[in-house]
C-alpha cells in the first residue's frame, strides 16, 4: 500500500505543527507568484519566504 500511496503521486510535507501556519498563509504559492509575475527575483521571493518558515518552524516547541 505505501508504495502504491506513493505511485498515485501522494505528497508529504513536513511533520511539524508549523507547517499548517505556513500552508495556510500561502508562502510558497505567493513566492511562485511574485517570481513569475516578475515582482521579485528568485532570491528576494526565496530569500523572504525562507525567513517567514524560518519564524514558522522556530515559533513551535
Known sequence: PFAQTLAAGTKFVPASPAWS????????PTM??????????VAAASG???KKMNDAFGSVG
Open 48 to 50: 523572504e519566504a525562507a
Open 21 to 28: 501556519q505556513i500552508d495556510s498563509s500561502l508562502v510558497l
Open 32 to 41: 511562485f507568484q511574485e517570481v513569475i509575475s516578475g515582482k521579485k527575483s
